[in-house]
């Protein structure tokens, strides 16, 4: 009898673990929204905001390139208080966002895909649950892109 009642307290535990575990996986907040960018060409920039904030000022699935300050403030000065300084004689700002269901980590590549041709791939890594995550990759690259660089944007997403 003693032994039914070890064996029903260990899988109440396993399973209460195993619970609380997927549950914390699908949190939506700021630390769910940032990844590590992969690809050496690029510095990510954390724009101390949520990804909510973007969207009065950006489409979604939309990516944008700005060499100017000017530009910089214009696109995003309504949305993010404190924007980061960025050296627009060395580098290009790079940004996107959208949304996904239960996003538990993100990371992006950027790759020349040939003369003025660029892939930004973001790799969202997604739980099994029912909410709506928004999500945002902001860098600069290390060198300047034109303005009329294509950039193919190519989102995964892996369960």
Not at 15 to 37: P, V, W
Not at 128 to 144: E, G, I, Y
């Amino acid at each position: 009898m003693k032994k039914i009642n070890l064996i029903k307290i260990v899988v109440v535990a396993v399973i209460a673990t195993l619970s609380l575990s997927f549950l914390s996986s699908c949190k939506n907040d700021k630390e769910s929204d940032k990844g590590a960018i992969k690809h050496s060409s690029i510095m990510e920039i954390d724009l101390n905001v949520h990804t909510h904030q973007l969207k009065d000022c950006l489409n979604a699935a939309e990516v944008y390139i700005v060499n100017t300050q000017e530009e910089y403030e214009n696109l995003l000065g309504a949305c993010v208080p404190n924007l980061p300084k960025i050296d627009f004689s060395k580098h290009t700002f790079v940004i996107v966002w959208g949304g996904t269901g239960c996003l538990i980590h993100k990371d992006s590549e950027f790759l020349e895909n040939g003369k003025n041709l660029y892939d930004l791939k973001v790799n969202l890594h997604l739980g099994l649950c029912h909410s709506v995550d928004l999500w945002h990759s902001a860098f600069c690259t290390k060198t300047k892109i034109k303005d009329e660089a294509t950039v193919n944007l190519i989102i995964n997403e892996y369960y």
